[in-house]
């Protein structure tokens, strides 16, 4: 008789349950962003831009960096806590590059010189560089607080110093125009959730425009549901109101994801293939 990992098993479980949690949580937000601390104190300054985040149901997930030690390069952990979860030192924990895509946004309210440098050129190999270049690779927004001084809190710490030297200054603020070229907005930190909000509104409502004209647009001479594009994805199927005779007429060539498939069996739909319109 084969042993069962008792264990195993029941951690798998709980994740699968906390992950199921998590998913019926975020249907209910506007968004969510990610606030990326050098430290678990740096955040006390901003409870009431949390509370403005809240507010306007948008989430936000905390991630404290205590120094090098509490970071997972080289060990694919992370520690940190979050108002909404925790991203746990565990098996199930994401790597850096992977952190952007739960998210709408990224927001770092400071940097240093060396990040700063890395991300302008391009560079891995800490945690922040990691993730800028992940949501910058994923179309995602990204906030730094403007009112950086550029030194890592914990070096402020051990040498006593509030400000960079006139030459390092010069290049950090060089590094920063760098990375506002790269599509990265620094804004006052404590306007950053003012900032979050003005974006995640403007996102909503560009996907209200395309959803609108989605609708307004595919219904045929005929009253049949047309679609004119490549890939059919449950996106789609779910922003039609209304489905005329449970039909949807696809161009021959179109794709339909494995999930819309499934959805279309669900529902009951029926696709109807015509020719593509080349004129």
């Excluded at 409870?47 to 991630?63: E, H, P, R, S, V």
């Excluded at 404290?64 to 565990?90: K, N, P, Y």
């Excluded at 506002?180 to 306007?191: A, R, S, T, Y």
């Excluded at 109101?241 to 279309?264: E, H």
């Amino acid at each position: 008789m084969r042993r069962i990992d008792i264990r195993a098993m029941v951690e798998s479980v709980v994740h699968e349950v906390i992950q199921s949690m998590k998913t019926e949580r975020e249907k209910e937000l506007n968004g969510k962003v990610l606030f990326i601390f050098c430290d678990s104190s740096a955040n006390e300054p901003f409870a009431d831009q949390f509370i403005k985040l809240k507010n306007a149901k948008i989430g936000y997930d905390l991630l404290f960096l205590d120094g090098e030690t509490s970071s997972w390069l080289g060990m694919q952990r992370v520690e940190s806590s979050g108002s909404e979860r925790i991203i746990a030192a565990d098996e199930y924990s994401p790597a850096a590059i992977e952190l952007s895509k739960d998210y709408d946004g990224i927001i770092i309210p400071e940097i240093d010189l060396d990040n700063a440098a890395r991300v302008s050129i391009g560079m891995k190999g800490t945690i922040k560089a990691e993730v800028i270049f992940s949501a910058l690779m994923l179309k995602k927004f990204i906030l730094v607080g403007a009112d950086t001084p550029g030194i890592k809190r914990s070096d402020r710490r051990c040498l006593k110093e509030l400000t960079l030297p006139a030459p390092y200054r010069e290049r950090f603020e060089s590094y920063k125009k760098q990375m506002n070229e790269l599509g990265i907005d620094f804004k006052p930190q404590m306007e950053l959730a003012d900032s979050i909000i003005q974006k995640i509104g403007k996102k909503i409502e560009n996907k209200k425009t395309e959803m609108t004209s989605s609708k307004n647009n595919s219904i045929t001479e005929n009253n049949q549901l047309a679609f004119d594009k490549k890939l059919l994805t449950t996106d789609w199927i779910q922003a039609q109101s209304l489905i005329p005779n449970n039909t949807i007429v696809l161009p021959k060539g179109v794709i339909i994801s494995p999930l819309a498939k499934d959805l279309l069996k669900q529902r009951k739909i029926m696709v109807k293939w015509i020719e593509r319109d080349e004129g």
